[in-house]
């Protein structure tokens, strides 16, 4: 079995540009999580999608990032015009449902120069 | 606010020492999850419970639920320096994952 897989693990983005960061959840999931890192901390909840619909978005900043889980393929963050306070771990994880464990990817780590 | 608290948020202790790792709150949860994070990773499940009071072990891992389900433990017997890593609890009210603060842990060969 596949797990959650993400990409790229590693993305650097100069001030201004837009970063795409890319989760597959696992094979019969259909609900996904993104969790944003930053170095000795805990992870902070962005957004929670299921297929075609954003269930809970409170944990994502209102300006310059959203986040979709389109009916084929991968869900998509999108952060557009970095800044240097965006550089951090970006983690995705899976379930099959709510209240369901979570499976998380290895994560993409964004630099912002 | 920080809905789960863990703590201590640092520990370093020596190879075949014991400790436990608390992770606090005032909430209710349906269920609570451990997980272990290692560097440039993503955190990694080692076990869930769900059950007021119950007791899992997972080798020398020893989880324990409080019994108002507001609060977990984390007991490491006789530490290995593979137990290094960031210590995550998470819990589930129902509506929403939340992630404890985090515990870093070094055992030191």
């Known amino acids: 079995n596949a797990g959650v897989m993400q990409n790229p693990r590693h993305l650097v983005r100069r001030r201004g540009q837009e970063a795409r960061l890319r989760c597959s959840p696992m094979k019969g999931h259909s609900h996904v999580y993104w969790y944003r890192q930053l170095p000795e901390e805990g992870l902070k909840f962005m957004v929670y999608l299921q297929k075609e619909n954003i269930i809970d978005e409170s944990g994502m900043p209102k300006e310059r990032f959203s986040a979709e889980f389109p009916k084929e393929g991968p869900s998509i963050l999108r952060i557009q015009q970095v800044v240097r306070g965006d550089s951090a771990a970006y983690f995705c994880?899976?379930?099959?449902?709510?209240?369901?464990?979570?499976?998380f990817g290895p994560g993409t780590r964004l630099t912002v120069t | 606010t920080q809905l789960l608290e863990q703590s201590p948020q640092f520990l370093s202790i020596q190879e075949g020492e014991n400790l436990t790792v608390y992770c606090n709150s005032s909430?209710?949860?349906?269920?609570l999850q451990w997980y272990r994070q290692e560097p440039g990773e993503g955190p990694v499940l080692l076990v869930t419970?769900?059950?007021?009071?119950e007791v899992k072990k997972l080798k020398r891992l020893t989880f324990q639920f409080g019994d108002a389900r507001k609060d977990s433990s984390l007991h490491i017997t006789a530490a290995q320096p593979g137990d290094t890593g960031l210590y995550l609890c998470?819990?589930?009210?129902?509506?929403?994952?939340?992630f404890g603060t985090g515990t870093s842990l070094t055992v030191i060969p």
């Open positions: 994880a899976s379930s099959p449902g709510l209240q369901y464990e979570q499976y």
């Open positions: 998470a819990g589930d009210t129902g509506n929403q994952f939340y």
């Open positions: 909430s209710v949860f349906s269920s």
């Open positions: 419970v769900v059950t007021g009071g």
